[in-house]
T-cell receptor, first 110, second 115 residues
Framework: SQKIEQNSEALNIQEGKTATLTCNYTNYSPAYLQWYRQDPGRGPVFLLLIRENEKEKRKERLKVTFDTTLKQSLFHITASQPADSATYLCALEVHYKLSFGAGTTVTVRA | GAVVSQHPSWVICKSGTSVKIECRSLDFQATTMFWYRQFPKQSLMLMATSNEGSKATYEQGVEKDKFLINHASLTLSTLTVTSAHPEDSSFYIC???????????FGQGTRLTVV
């Protein structure tokens, strides 16, 4: 079965710095990979989707890369702000069902 | 993006009672909805896939008689936790996908506490 690993449980950074999160997966490469944001006590919110034939995707201060050779996706938050503090989840689709990593909780210090 | 509304946002119930959680897609039709369970500091675990007009498909290890799912219309799915016990206390989240999109839209989640 597909296993999804996110590099660390928690990441603390200074405001203005770039946060880099890692998502690794085993087995077969999916057609696309997604990133979600989850705030405490709330459901996840979709952020970005990157397809297997795309190397990089950007949305405002967010950037996602996808390396199917390494079976890895990197998620970057540039010029981070305290409002970016949340848990970020990567997700892969398997037979139309989304499987999620455990998430990385990012805390941005002012 | 599309909106999925989940109700209630929190509920406290006594052991042995049943609790119903509703999930509605407000501005799109969802032929398929998904129910997840999440424990503190853990990822979302898929419990079942709810298909409109047919029986739900449960993931391995999830008791279908314990977690009753009904998908009566293209905009409503319900999860009923029957004969709830303290170990059923968790955060339950539903999601739906518009057939035109690959992203999933999630409800706000329901915090269930069984005392």
């Amino acid at each position: 079965s597909q296993k999804i690993e996110q590099n660390s449980e928690a990441l603390n950074i200074q405001e203005g710095k770039t946060a880099t999160l890692t998502c690794n997966y085993t087995n077969y490469s999916p057609a696309y990979l997604q990133w979600y944001r989850q705030d405490p006590g709330r459901g996840p919110v979709f952020l970005l989707l990157i397809r297997e034939n795309e190397k990089e995707k950007r949305k405002e201060r967010l950037k996602v890369t996808f390396d199917t050779t390494l079976k890895q996706s990197l998620f970057h938050i540039t010029a981070s702000q305290p409002a970016d503090s949340a848990t970020y989840l990567c997700a892969l689709e398997v037979h139309y069902k989304l499987s999620f990593g455990a998430g990385t909780t990012v805390t941005v210090r002012a | 993006g599309a909106v999925v509304s989940q109700h209630p946002s929190w509920v406290i119930c006594k052991s042995g009672t049943s609790v119903k959680i509703e999930c509605r897609s407000l501005d799109f039709q969802a032929t398929t909805m998904f129910w997840y369970r999440q424990f503190p500091k853990q990822s979302l675990m898929l419990m079942a896939t709810s298909n409109e007009g047919s029986k739900a498909t449960y993931e391995q290890g999830v008791e279908k008689d314990k977690f009753l799912i009904n998908h009566a219309s293209l905009t409503l799915s319900t999860l009923t936790v029957t004969s709830a016990h303290p170990e059923d206390s968790s955060f339950y989240i539903c999601s739906a996908r518009d057939t035109r999109n690959t992203e999933a839209f999630f409800g706000q989640g329901t915090r269930l506490t069984v005392v």
